[in-house]
Every structure is written in structure tokens, then in C-alpha cells.
């Protein structure tokens, strides 16, 4: 064997579909990984600050600022009359939120008006001093209140339907009803928003966003100041944490952050303290479902009748899409023969909610989940057999076509079901379970398996395109840019990956570089789990490009045909030579070969009309299942998490080890969001758990105690997306449908099962212990 | 007489500080991040709840050297006199990643990596502390750090791998200057109370009891500061003045824990960490309590002194200590006075504390034998939370009589306060269940809790009466509550 064949076949490192540890972990570990407010600040630096309305409903009369403008420090007050050009932020286009409030304020903690002063402290301490009068006006904060008030929506409510529900629901041999209440989520990003306003010459200005969506910041920076977008570069390496919670969000900090850079000709940094984030930011929507449901005896649905209503704050912001997206997973797995889903995107005086990783489509999935639940109880049977009766079929079978008229084309979730079902033992340990609580007086367990099938694109079809740029400089090292964000995700080595195994480089030769409106424009939010199927797709269109000049190159200059050249590991083989990649681009650069390519994608096949409700608003879909098991205190209502099991299906995953920390991750969230994760407005209409004393997240302690997570290694994508893979960010979130459910069959063992427990969600320990109580009274 | 102004001298990674201008209100992860750039520790929360600030301060208690994990967000600068303070940029050696960080990155321990470095340090001061932590320990070592991308699931892998490697001086910078850090920071503890002011702010730091008094009587508004989980949060989030303002948490004298044939007698600096031995040991009941109280690094700061000066109706001490009979000692130049726990608490936010007076010490005194004692917490999230109610309950049976009951709740009323109508309906009667049903309607007479966002009233009064239940029946043996390790599991 000569020695160019041995290196032939050694393989790179960092190839597709291997584990890599993530691209900052060692600088994560050592502090040394900057985020915004680790960058040294540019001499002068000014710091802003908010005022916020502690009125959830009112005129402003008055508003004397004099006080906040005289304290030492402070440089100047903003307020809506300040904005250049416009007080519009609204993401939806519909003139609904502004910058500050102008006369108005509609939820209490809504920013007033900014302080911009020569520290942060000061200027925190400034926005105290603010004297406001208003004239108050009726407010509601809860769904069922604004249901009660006429119902006002903040945008255009959905209706989903296919066959005559109604009729069937008549004709069905059994008919079910009922509601639920499932419960909102903030996001918790460990780094709160933040942006860094830097003027410039003329009418530009850079920020530093901490943002899923550089492209909208730019857009409403430009709008607010009246300068083009041309003006406007915004800039993000990473950030700590998103989940939605930044893809919208950041506006109001930047666009205020930008306009004091450019009145003061100085840099301005925006930080709100953490309860001011939690205040002044939109959260998950929460949501009431009401559920009509014929189904026979044998526990197949026949038709089903359910009404999705949200709160979703002052202001329209995502919430049609997200409103969209709950009844796009009514359905969760199941095939409804007739159905008619219905929308209600209601207004309320609580913050503007915005999106949440599964946007909408988590809740969908609940109320669909709740369903099956009650259909299981009603006839004495494990919810699962029911499950399995109601999936969607195979391709053809008449059992293939979703609410929304698009057929399921790659349904595997039956395989994934039944596999895990097996794996997890599931059948032996829920007989133990149901022994277990024959016994046992104070506690009791539950075990259930739920499944998720998520459609993957953004319903608004224009989104489903992104850009890269590569360039590759003369000592063959690669610069790697896209559209996409990283906020944790893993986004960043997954396209880098791409890239290294397109050139067959070692990742290491790849540097990844911040994203930046500047490098790749009119990108779309890092959102929808879209980052790597679309700046995958566009990364690796780049490389083909590049590619494909020096193949041509190769070909002149070394007289030979493309046949007869390839990239293999860190080289490139022209016939039988076998030339560093390093030489190899050095000498193309001598050749005059353009080494730099701006790469682009679409997503193909989709489309979605709206307004007739029919479409195949999804490229394809990504399933999984989990078992989970629970204990609980039934004096008290505690619970724990005792085991999990999860199967999930990633296609052929780009790196195994960034999609399990997906997975483990999004599970935890969602457990979070479905267990302690509790929203509680006062009746001022102030929020009162806006702090991690009050919001309780998850902790290490929760996690499931056993926690098997395996990937669907049999799986690959039908659909030709970037190696085969599937996306990964939300998916996973819907996995802990299954503890909500365990936890509702420990209750329904108080009374044998005979009763659907109709356990709402947060599953807080009050919930339980009421759920028991009501149960046991009943 | 005016002192001679005085500064704040302490030890930051590899050098020595001494600051003589600082505000009150100064915090330690501001200092760090804006003035020394040390960018590594984050801000996530600004109250101690998140642990993104985790730091290490290194402290000489009982004449050794002990490093604990706390959160700079709300440790005073002013309060760091004679430690040593160890960031994560001191961890690695020459580009070397240390141990703990090597696992985490080897295990996938970070995502988007902002809580990570907070991480990194609660599970560093772990791995200095015990060679070989099982899950639990591993988990409440982390209850006071929050990771939302993870699901914690790889960090407590990192934590086991990091275990394998035991501390060296060649890769372990803390290992490798104990020796010459344990002579500097005796060379800073202070004899005498040290006062800095600068312009109208004051901070004092007595070396002893009697300097605390003294400067307690001259400066009777000032606010007493021992572990700042509390008055940080006032500074932080409410932007209320402290001044002037006394740091007792370096006097050794009030963190000392006196074990008798009668009882405990606890210092009022003395931290729930430093308590943790005595109270567990003593009363087996309360370990498991003490252990659920905020996250490692609230433990290791604030104080039972601190819990009960505070007055909160939701602390987690004064239920159980009041059943126990607890006294509490409270001092000033004056003298000292003892008075019963109980009576301390006169309203919502209204103790039994004069001017000039501080808690010195609590004493506790020992169960009777035949006592049966149990403490419950009750809140939304098993740890780290701030409990929705805490009952704590002691009985004695004679002959299958109840012949003498204490309870008391946090979280019903506005202070802690004794349910004596519970006890009424117990006393005299057979300890059974069905006493205990009759019982649990006198709870309606004793509190009538209010709805928060903790908990609503309807709930706090079931769960009160089931907690009674829980009770009983664990003195019976029949397992009434979860347990997410059982002794010895690993």
C-alpha cells in the first residue's frame, strides 16, 4: 500500500453525521466565550435603562420626567416622541406595538419611557423617579375575561376543517366534551436581551444584538430611525439561550438602544435587569382548549370539534402564526376523519406573547393528547391502545391526510412507537404500576407513552430560504458565515461540519464566524427548527460552487477531466497526485480562481393558503415517543419523575451528540413548562412570578432520575434535506407530554382509572392534590 | 472621634486587593465584571437563584482553610475581608483546562454556555469536597444553578467523570496555594473593627461581638449584613439604601456551633452549610429540611441568625426551631437577653428587637428521647424554592396518648406561628387516625392562609391538614412522602 492511498482513506475529523463536542465548549467551560456584555465597550459608553407603566390599563394624563432627567448622570429621557422616524415595532406589520407607549399603556410593566445615563446603576435608579398620572381603564388578563368582554382578537383567527364534523360528531356512537387549560412558559434564557448600539458616519449605526433574528432587528432599527437597512449592520456570535424568546423580542432594547447611539453620538448598551425581561418580554401563549370529540366503542375518533383560544397579550407580534401552528398539531398523530379546528387569538392586558420553541404547536398537541386521554378513560382502556388505533397510516391508506388536506408522506411513528413501547418494557411496568397502587395508601405511580410527529417549515412559506458565504483564503484556511444564529443549539458546528466534509477538510480548518446582516442579507429568524436543514442546505451550496471552479481549474491546469478529481481527506486527488489542500488552493489562487461563494436554499415543494385552510405547509415531519413513569404524594400533591424513556427520530443526525443534548434539553424544558412552570397575574394585572425566586424552572434534582434517550438510528430522511437529517430544536419539546400524563393516571388510581382526571397544565403539586381531592369527592 | 479610614483587603485569584473606597451597596460580581473585566462570571438573575455568578471564597473557619461556592450577584464587596475569591478564569494553567472543565466539555456539559462557567464552579468546589459524590450529591451540589438548555442530564455525567481525577497541584491552582493562601488571609483577619466611609457612606466590619455591639450601639439604624441572601436582594432588585451598614459574617465568635448535654447553641453568623452537621445529627428530621433550603451557595452564605432577624413568615428555620422550643439570645452593649423563639416574632415584619440589639445566638434544645419530631416543606419546586407552607410537628405519646403537641406553620399567617388548636384537639387523646381526622378541622381555626402565587388558600389548608396526616403516619412507618434517593443509593 503506497502512502497517498493510506491518506486517502484516513478520514477527516469533524465530518457529518459524528459527534463534535460544540464549537465553544472549551470557552464556555473557561469563561473566555464573550457575550454582548462581555465585550469591552467602546470609550463612552452610556447605558439605558426602562421605565415601566405599573398599570395593566390606562390613558397617561400626565407624565413629568423632570426628576429622572435631573438625577447626576443621566444624559437624556427617551420617549415615544423621541423615536426619529417611528414608534412601530410590530413584527406583524399591523401598527400595534410600539416602541414606547404613546398615551396608552396596555399591560402593566409595558416601557414608558427609557433613561440614558453614564452607568447602569444610575440609570436603573433614575427610571424610579418618574412621575406619571393616568386615568385607569378596565383590564383583563385572563382568557376566560377576555372571552367575557366580546372576545377582541389582536389578529385574523384560523379555521381548519375537512369532512362535516358536525354531522358526525351527531352520528358518532359516543361524544365526548371538555376543556383545558394549558398554561404559559417564559423562556428563561440564562442571558437576558441585550444590545449595543455603536454610531457611525452619516446615518449608520451597528448594534449587537442578542437575537434569533438579526434581519428584523435591522429592519426595525432602520425603520424607527427613517434610515435604509443599507445603514444598518447588526452583529451576533452567540447567545445565551433564545427559544423563541429572542426572535422577536430584542426590537424595543435595540431600536432604543440605536436612536440614543444616534442622538448622543455614543455608544449605548441596553440590559434589563432580569424581572424587567421577564416584565417587559412576551412569553408563551396560553392557551383554553374546548374539545368535541365522537369516537366508537372501540375508541376510534370519528370526528373532532376543538376551539384553540389564546391569550396573546396587548399586540398581534407571532401570534397568528403561533395561534396557526397549535391547530396545525390539533391533531398530534392522529388521523380525525372529519374535523373542524377553530382559532381564537385573543387580546388581553398582559405582555404581547410571542414565540416559544414548538410555537403554539405544543399546545396543539396537548389538547390533542387530553383527547385521547379521555376517550381511554371513558372506555376503561390504556390511553395507548387508543393511540395506536387513531395514527395516521401508511401513505394510501386513506387514513393519510391531516387537517390542513397535506398527506403524510414519511409517517413512521408507529415504528417508533412500537419499538420503544418494547425497549422501555412498557407493558410489564405498567401492570407492576397498577399493582403498586392497588397497596400503597399516600403514594402512587403513573406511566404513560406519548408521541410526536412535528411538521418542519415555517408556515409562512417566503421564510424557508437562507444564505451563506464562504470564503477560502490562500493558506487554505475556510471562513465560514450564514444567516443563522447560534444560541446554543449547536447550530454552528452542525453547518461547519457541512462544510468540512464538503471540502474534506478537518473541521478545525473551518472557522466559524458571528453572524452579520452585513455578510449574508434578508435572512430569516433562527426559529422553527429550520437552522440546519436551511443554512446547512445553503453552506453546503456555497462549497458546491467553490468546488466546482476548481474542479474546472483542476482540470486545466492539470489537463484532465472532473472524473478524474476529488476532494478526499485534506487533499485534493488529480489523477494519481495527491495534492495538501492548502497547496492545492494556493496554487487555484495563482490561477485567478475565485475562492469565496455566497450559497443559497429553498425549500422546495411547500406552499400554504391561508384563507381556504388547504396546503402542504410542511416539507416533512419529525417524530418521537417517550415513556415516562411518576410518583406521587396524594397528601400533598409532590411529584417525581422516576424514569424516561425517549426514541427519537433526527433522520440521519449530523451530530449525534449535539441532537441528544437537544433532546435530553428540550425534554427537561418541556417538563418544565407542563409541571412547575406557573404564569400568576395579581389583579393589577401585574405579573408576580418574574424572577427564578417565583418562576421555577427545572432544576438538576428533576431531571428524570433514570433517563434513557436513544436516537431512531434506522431513520433517514425521505425528503432530500442537508445528509438526511431532520430538524431538532423543538421536537423534542413535545416528548413530556408523556409525564403530564403518567402524573394524570397516578391521580385517576384514587378512583381505579374509572374517571379521567382532566389534569390542566402547569401540573403544579396544587394542581395534583386538587385533581385528587376533586376526583376522591366526585 | 473620627477613625482613621480603613479598607477592605482580600485575595482575587493570584492577587492581593485592598480597597479603601467602596459603596455599601457594592457587589462583588460587578466589581469583578466592571472594574477588574473579569467577564467570565455572568450576571443571570441579580438575587441568587440562577448561580450564572458562582464564585469560590475561600475563608479560614476553626483555623482551616474552607472554600465555598457563592453567588457574587449579591455577596457585598464590603463583605471580603481576609478571603480569597476564585473565579473560573483562575481555573485553567497555561491553556490546560482543568479537570472539571475538561469533563464538562468531554460530557457535553454546555450548550449555550452562559450558566456554564456558574457551573463549573459549584461543581469545582464539589470535586475539592468529596472524592467520590454520588447522584445526590452531585444534585445538591447544583440546586443553586439553573441550566436551561441542557436538561442537567450531561453535567451530572461531567461531575461523576470529573470525580475519577483527584486534586494535584500539578493541574489544581487551589491544591497548589493552600498552604500560602491560608497564611495571607490569617495575616488579613482583622483585630479590630475595620470602618470604611467615603463621603456619606459608611460600611463597618467588626472583628468580634463586642466591636458589632459597639458599632450597633453608635450606629443604631444601621442594617446588619451576615450572609446577604436577603439584604442583597433589597440592594439588587430594590435599589433601597443600606447605609451604614455592618458585615458580620467574618466574625468567628458568632459562627461557632456549641454542642451540651442540654442542647445546641448556633452563632448567629453560623450558615445553614455550617450547621448542617449538628442539626441533622441532632434532630434526623431536620437534615433533610436543611437541605432544601435555597441552593448550595444560598446555604453557604446566609445564616439561621439571618433567617430569623429577618422576621420573614415564610423563613424556613423559626417553624420547626419554635416547636423545638428554641431560644434566641440577642445582644448589645447593654447586655444580653434570652427570650422563647416564639415570642420574637411579634407581626408581619415586627420582631422583638430593640435598637442597637442584634441575635447573637440560638439555642436549641435537645428532644426527649420519646419525642417524635418531623419537619415538611411544601413548595412548587422540590428544591430551591421558597416554600408555599412548612409545617413542623413534635409530639409525645404516653401509652398510646398524646400527651403534650407543638406545630407550627410558615407560609399561613403573617409570622410563623403555632397552630394551638391542632394541638388542643391532639392532646389527651389516643394518637390514632382518627384523632388526627378530627384534628385537622381545627386548622381552620388556627390559620386562614392567604393566595399567592405560591399557593392558594385552599391549597395551604389541605395540604397543613394532610401534612398532620403525613405525620402520623410516618410515625407509624408507613412511607407518606417521596424519595427520590434512598440511603445509600447511589
Redesign the interface.
Known sequence: MDKSTFEERKAIRGEMHVSQ??D????????????I??M?EPAGTLHGALGMTDRAHAEITAMDLSAVLAAPGVVCVLTANDMPHSNDISPSHLHDEPVLADGLVQFHGQPVFAVIAETR?IA??AA?LAKITYRDLPHFTDILDAVARGGELVTQPLTLQRGDAEAELEKAPRRLKGQMRIGGQE??????HIALAIPGEDDEVTVWSSTQHPSEIQHMVSHVLGVPSNAVTVNVR??????GGKETQGNQFAAIAAVAAKRLNRAVKFRP???EDMAATGKRHDFLVDYDVGYDDDGRIHAVHANYAARCGYSSDLSGPVTDRALFHADSSYFYPHVKLTSQPLKTNTVSNTAYRGFGGPQGMVGGERIIEEIAYQLGKDPLDIRKLNFYGEKGSGRDVTPYHQQVEDNIIAQIVAELEESADYQARRQAIIDFNRT????RKGIALTPVKFGISFTLTAFNQAGALVHIYQDGSIHLNHGGTE????LYIKVAQVIADSFQVDLDRVRITATTTGKVPNTSATAASSGSDLNGMAAHDAARQIKERLVAFACERWQTTPDHVSFVPNHVKIGEELIPFPEFIKQAYMGRIQLSAAGYYKTPKIHWDRASGRGTPFYYYAYGASVSEV???T??????VDRVDVLHDVGRSLNP??D??QI??????GMGWLT?E?L?W?DKGRL??H????Y????????P?V?N?KLAEWSSNAEKTIGRSKAVGEPPFMLPISVLEALSMAVASVVGYRECPRLDAPA???RV??AV?RLRNA | MPQPNGSISFILNDREVSLSDIAPTATLLDYLRLERRLTGTKEGCAEGDCGACTVLVGRIAGGRLVYESVNACIRFLGSLQATHVVTVEHLAKDGTLHPVQQAMVDFHGSQCGFCTPGFVMSLYGLWLGNDSPDRADIEKALQGNLCRCTGYEPIVRAAEAAAETRPSEIFDPITRERETITIRLKALTPAETITVRQGEHCLIVPANGEGLATALADNPGATVVAGSTDVGLWVTKQMRPINPVIFINGIAELQQVEETADGLTIGAGVSYSMAYDALSRTFPGLGALINRIGGEQVRNMGTIGGNIANGSPIGDSPPPLIVLDATVTLRSTMGRRTLPLETFFIAYGKQDRKPGEFVESIFVPRLPADDLFAAYKISKRRDEDISALLGAFRISVDNGVVRSARIAFGGMAATPKRATSVEAALIGKPWSEETVLAAQAAFETDYQPLTDWRATSDYRMLAAKNLLMRFFLECGGEPAQLVRYAAGER
Do not use: C, N
Not at chain 1, 444560541?487 to 449547536?490: H, L, N, R, T
Open positions: 463536542r460544540h465553544s465548549a472549551h470557552k464556555h467551560v473557561s469563561g473566555t466565550a464573550d457575550y456584555d462581555d469591552p446603576d436603573r435608579r424610579r423562556h428563561f434564557y440564562l442571558e437576558g452567540r447567545m445565551g439561550g433564545g427559544f435587569d432580569r424581572d400503597s395508601r399516600v403514594i444560541m446554543g443549539q449547536g410518583s406521587i404524594d397528601l400533598t400533591g409532590e411529584y417525581m451528540a449535539i441528544i443534548g435530553e434539553g428540550g425534554f427537561v424544558q412547575t406557573e400568576w395579581d408576580r412570578t424572577a427564578p425566586s417565583t421555577k424552572i427545572p432544576l438538576a434534582s428533576d431531571r432520575k433517563f434517550v403544579t403539586p396544587e392534590l386538587m381531592e
